[in-house]
Every structure is written in C-alpha cells, then in structure tokens.
C-alpha cells in the first residue's frame, strides 16, 4: 500500500525520484518497473507494473462500443508508458505526459494505496483546497460512504 504525501522535484530532464520510503516496495513489487498514464483530473497515475496488467484487463474487457468506456481506455492505455527505476530510484517521464500534467519542476506525489497520483505543486494546493472547501458545504455522504466510519 502506498499512502502519504511527498514533495517531489523533477530535474531538468524531467526525471524524478520516488522517496525511499516506496522505493524498496516498488522493487519487492515490480521489480522496479512502473507504468505511467494520464488522469482525468490532469495529473499522472503512476502503477507498479503488476497493479498496471491487472487494471489494463480491466479496460479492455470494457464494450468498445461504449463512447465512456472507449474514451477511457484510450486516454488510459493510450498514455501508458512503462518506466523503470534507475539505480537513483528516478525514472524518467516523458515529455508528453509532463505537458498533460503540467509538470515543471516542483511536483507533489500522492500515494492512493496500489497507485500513485503526480500532481503539479501548485496545481494540487488548489485542488486540495477546493476539496476541502466543498466537502464542508455538503450536507450528505453518497449512500455507499454512510456506512463508513473513520
């Protein structure tokens, strides 16, 4: 499981590197090996190779003749770039997914238990506060989140 967040720098080849505290899990895990695609929120989902397969099946079983469910896959498996660590615990991102992301230098990493989030730093203060903004104005849970107790 991956949890927590961390302020992250990308150097100016666009490489960043994972804090220790997941690299040794992404090595057990993965061998090192990530795949890297996009998010519909503008950020980078970044999955150990193994989690990755398992959710690309996932996508491809999907009707292809769904409009939702197309888009979905290629936006996902059509961004999806497998990254290994180097011996640094970096991979390299490329530039593509950099511009999606609007990722420069400064970069915040979200761990979200099998997967990563990548977001640009201040494009994730802003959003994390708009969330938290608008969770204090609502009233109601959705009906699968009532039965749950922090």
């Not at 769904?66 to 497998?82: K, Y």
């Not at 506060?129 to 699968?144: I, S, T």
Request: net charge negative.
């Amino acid at each position: 499981m991956f949890r927590g967040v961390a302020q992250i720098n990308l150097d100016v080849k666009g490489r960043m590197a994972f804090p220790g505290r997941y690299r040794d899990r992404l090595l057990q895990s993965s061998d090192g090996q990530v795949v890297v695609t996009v998010d519909r929120d503008h950020c980078l989902l970044i999955y150990p190779l193994p989690e990755w397969e398992r959710i690309e099946q996932k996508l491809i079983k999907l009707p292809t003749l769904n409009r939702t469910a197309r888009r979905l896959q290629r936006l996902l498996i059509g961004h999806a770039t497998e990254c290994q660590l180097d011996g640094n615990g970096r991979i390299l991102l490329p530039q593509p997914l950099r511009e999606f992301a609007g990722l420069d230098k400064k970069a915040v990493l979200i761990g979200q238990g099998n997967k990563f989030e990548l977001w640009d730093e201040p494009v994730w203060h802003e959003r994390r506060d708009q969330w938290l903004a608008e969770a204090a104005q609502e009233n109601e849970l959705p009906e699968e989140l009532e039965a749950l107790s922090l």
